[in-house]
């Protein structure tokens, strides 16, 4: 999907139109605690003109009334060059998505694959390219099994690191790649394996404390030097200006009340900054090599998903 003519960085987004605190799936969830929804509505579009303004071309998927964490898209799958790995949630209110990103990818010229339904898979949420190396947290969404599996299907390397803090459920809140060899992340949502293996695999990690870290800093949307968090991250921002990089803070408290921030409401189409496949397929645009899915991954069969949203 690196187009030989555009430049421009892709990003998913789906529009908040059905977006609330409707059930609670993880520590931020209070049902208790709702969504001001022309606050979140303004926040989502201010979040859309900073990516615009840092040079992206934003796709929407259309929202779905009942699916209310579809606005979080970075759960959708885990895009690798023109094939995307479906997610299998492991949040039964979450699963009514899966039918609507996979006929998206598949309309838009993706190759789509499943995993077995045995297996749970949160997309970018929790798996993140740092270089060559697929980054993955396990436990309390994704598991281990089918990240080892992803490793087996995109012949690259992965690291599970177990997420062991609730408030930390998925890797994009603790983890952010920069470039290849240049990543944020908040030491406490791992374990002393974990925080060992990161160190071993990211050549400079950015530390981000733990304030900062409940207000999202780690989940940051990277486009060139351009990083786009919530606000209250002053001093990751600054860390970051250090190192030549263009902070940009926009409000998102609507969407924290969901554990989610910038980062979790998009999905690069087009590779991750930091994914050292994105970089060759930008030199090597002629189009990437499409490899058959081995056992274990199967493409998905088309599905009609304008009859099947789980409106409730
Ligand atoms: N309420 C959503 C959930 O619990 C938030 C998802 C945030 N997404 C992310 N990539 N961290 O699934």
Not at 116 to 131: I, K
Request: glycine share 8%; hydrophobic share 40%; with cysteine.
């Amino acid at each position: 999907m690196t187009g030989t003519s555009s430049h421009r960085s892709r990003i998913l987004m789906c529009p908040p139109d059905y977006y609330g605190i409707e059930y609670e799936i993880n520590a931020w969830m209070r049902r208790d605690r709702p969504v001001d929804k022309q606050a979140a509505a303004e926040q989502w579009n201010r979040l859309r003109q900073a990516l615009e303004a840092a040079g992206a071309v934003i796709e929407c998927v259309p929202p779905v009334a009942g699916l209310p964490d579809m606005v979080f898209t970075a759960n959708a799958g885990l895009v690798y060059h023109q094939r995307v790995i479906l997610s299998r949630f492991r949040p039964p209110q979450r699963r009514g998505e899966e039918a609507h990103f996979a006929s998206w990818f598949a309309d838009h010229g993706f190759q789509v694959s499943e995993l077995p339904r045995e297996m749970y898979f949160e997309g970018a949420g929790d798996a993140l390219f740092c270089g060559e190396t697929l980054i993955a947290g396990y436990r309390i969404r994704s598991n281990a099994r089918s990240q080892q599996l992803l490793g087996d299907v995109l012949h690259c390397r992965v690291i599970p690191l177990e997420l062991v803090d609730p408030y930390f459920y998925h890797l994009d809140t603790c983890f952010c790649p920069l470039a290849p060899g240049v990543a944020l992340y908040f030491p406490a949502a791992f374990d002393d394996y974990g925080r060992r293996a990161l160190a071993e695999a990211v050549a400079e990690l950015i530390e981000i404390p733990a304030d900062e870290a409940r207000n999202f800093a780690a989940n940051a949307v990277v486009l060139g030097t351009t990083v786009v968090t919530n606000t209250g991250c002053p001093t990751v921002h600054r860390r970051l200006r250090d190192r030549g990089y263009h902070p940009v803070a926009t409000p998102l408290s609507e969407f924290v009340k969901a554990g989610g921030s910038a980062k979790c409401l998009t999905l690069r189409l087009d590779g991750e900054e930091a994914a050292l496949w994105k970089v060759k397929a930008a030199v090597n645009a002629a189009g990437a090599a499409q490899t058959a899915a081995p056992a274990g991954v199967k493409p998905a069969t088309k599905t009609n998903s304008a009859d099947s949203s789980a409106a409730k």
